[in-house]
């Protein structure tokens, strides 16, 4: 009765040592990241509320950073995780309705987001990235009433 006792608790232990082990998607699973940092400026000024996107090669997930009134961003790879993946990324930005910030429309024309205008190659440790948007062919329409 205690084998079957010890063997029992094992068997419940198991999933548990699995995941402190690092099987099963932990952060060994991750590819390796560098710090991403910079600023973006639309017709050479500073946008609060520009979404940076740089898509990897190496992973299917995104690192993504948003731009504060000064134009500047960090990039994230996930919610708690700075970096984005060493190696080729191509750039992408949008900036989606905030009407709590101001922004009832987009400045940037769609192209920026549909057709990467920038390849960025991260490498490990910190790397700053700076970026010229312009607004030419943006659709200034507002999209909510202000």
């Known amino acids: 009765m205690r084998g079957l006792r010890s063997r029992v608790a094992l068997l419940l232990m198991l999933p548990g040592l699995a995941a402190i082990s690092g099987c099963g998607g932990g952060a060994s699973d991750l590819p390796p990241l560098g710090e991403v940092s910079g600023k973006v400026l639309l017709d050479g000024k500073p946008e609060e509320g520009i979404k940076v996107f740089f898509e990897s090669q190496v992973s299917a997930r995104s690192a993504i950073g948003e731009t504060d009134k000064e134009g500047k961003f960090t990039l994230f790879y996930t919610k708690d995780l700075k970096g984005a993946p060493v190696g080729k990324c191509k750039v992408k930005f ?37 970026f010229e948007l312009s607004s030419q062919g943006a659709n200034e329409t507002p999209l909510v009433t202000p």
């Open 94 to 130: 949008d900036q989606p309705m905030q009407p709590e910030k101001g922004i009832h429309f987009s400045k940037l024309p769609r192209k920026y987001f549909m057709e990467p205008q920038f390849e960025k190659d991260v490498a490990k440790g910190p790397n700053e990235f700076n």
